[in-house]
């Protein structure tokens, strides 16, 4: 959530920034006229409470002296109502001002390619060189149905469309890709979290899916229980309405967890294969760092995603998407996209962002700096990795031509030193 202070002190600065993302001015304009009636409201409250005290003392006076006290009882009952009256149409403003500043996105960062859309990401650097085939390279979805790996029509059947069952190899390639993931992040520094899989509507309020993102979940009927879009949620209310010892930051932490999308608005898109599931298993990365420490952080989190990949062997590049294309909440967004072959282009695997105070703000996240004076953190979060793509990804670029998939060094171990995935039986 952004600063209210700063957007009325800054208001063209906010104006400016936030165009970069689809938001009109008027908006701005609306907020801070809300803003300034409630203000006004707060001040007209306390004339009209300390004119209540005010009568309440001299209705005492007028009692001690064993005077007429009841034109000054009327008075102070009618300015109590009025009291009264005022605190819930303020407690109304209170909200309303909560509601709109809550729908503004993050201010991007200066260095954030300015755009409406995706177009005009910047490409950083590229890893890989795509594999030359001897042959016509198939789809992951097309591979792994061929091989018995990948069941979706069972998994449509049993939950409906975009699920599917991982059998055999493909649950155990599934296995060792996680595990190798959290086994890297481990080594890299970060605590290992097992989060719940359901989350509470402050949560997710704490992280900017609520209240502008409802629909794109799944929620309990007649329960204030979500089931997590990602473990970025989880785990950042890890610390929700808590001070962190200032001793503890740099604080990692990295979770698998499934992750459930109702994927509204995406009606024809990538309908078949992994890239695009109402439930898929991710590893989460979350940091929480000091302000002046965050963008430092940003590279090293992008650097291990992108070692993560290095070590697969899978081709890709790192791109720093748009102001409009980037999530709500960051205001810088680098993504990691790997090269799948059957499509002959970059999809994402990893978002790694930066959302600076805001994630920390709307959650309550402080810190006390050296001067003993409370801060708010910045919190970082980004896929390390999204685990079904990297399925979809090695499937693609270590296909053999008799169909065969040869399974990346790296994780043979994990897979009892299996060297190719073969037909399942």
């Excluded at 409470?49 to 209705?59: G, L, P």
């Excluded at 859309?117 to 490409?123: F, P, Y």
């Excluded at 302000?291 to 697969?312: I, R, V």
């Amino acid at each position: 959530m952004l600063d209210l202070k700063l957007i009325r002190q800054e208001t063209d600065f906010v104006k400016e920034k936030l165009a970069t993302r689809g938001v009109e001015a008027a908006e701005i304009d609306a907020l801070l006229a809300l803003d300034q009636k409630r203000r006004d409201f707060i001040l007209k409250s306390e004339g009209m409470k300390a004119t209540r005290n005010q009568v309440s003392d001299e209705i005492s006076q007028l009692k001690r002296n064993k005077e007429n006290a009841d034109d000054k009882i009327a008075e102070m009952q009618k300015v109590s109502k009025e009291i009264k009256e005022m605190d819930e149409e303020l407690t109304e403003l209170e909200a309303q001002v909560q509601d709109k500043t809550a729908h503004l996105p993050n201010i991007p960062n200066d260095n954030a390619p300015i755009g409406l859309t995706e177009e005009g990401s910047v490409e950083l650097r590229k890893w890989g060189e795509p594999r030359q085939f001897d042959f016509t390279p198939k789809a992951h979805f097309e591979i792994g149905e061929d091989l018995g790996i990948l069941d979706f029509e069972r998994g449509a059947k049993v939950s409906g469309s975009r699920f599917l069952y991982y059998v055999g190899q493909g649950a155990r390639l599934e296995r060792a890709l996680y595990n190798f993931f959290l086994d890297s992040n481990a080594k890299a520094g970060f605590k290992e979290i097992l989060p719940p899989y359901m989350v509470n509507s402050a949560s997710m309020y704490g992280t900017g899916q609520f209240p502008k993102f409802t629909e794109d979940v799944y929620k309990l009927e007649n329960e204030d229980e979500i089931l997590i879009p990602t473990a970025e949620v989880p785990l950042v209310n890890y610390y929700r309405d808590e001070v962190i010892p200032e001793e503890k930051l740099p604080v990692r932490f990295t979770a698998l967890s499934p992750a459930f999308r109702s994927e509204a608005g995406s009606a024809g898109k990538d309908t078949r294969g992994l890239i695009r599931l109402h439930q898929f298993n991710k590893v989460e990365m979350v940091k929480f760092t000091k302000p002046e420490d965050s963008w430092n952080e940003l590279e090293k989190m992008t650097n291990h995603a992108e070692d993560l990949l290095k070590q697969l062997g899978i081709p890709y590049h790192v791109i720093t998407l748009t102001t409009g294309d980037m999530s709500f909440t960051a205001a810088m967004t680098h993504d990691l996209e790997v090269w799948l072959p059957a499509q002959d282009r970059y999809r994402e695997i990893s978002s790694c962002s930066n959302t600076t105070d805001f994630q920390a703000r709307r959650a309550h996240i402080q810190y006390r700096d050296e001067n003993g004076k409370l801060q708010f953190v910045h919190a970082l979060n980004g896929s390390g990795l999204a685990v079904g793509r990297a399925v979809a990804a090695i499937l693609e670029n270590y296909q053999n031509a008799d169909g065969t998939v040869t399974i990346p060094e790296v994780l043979r171990p994990y897979m009892g030193g299996q060297e190719l995935i073969t037909k399942e039986d």
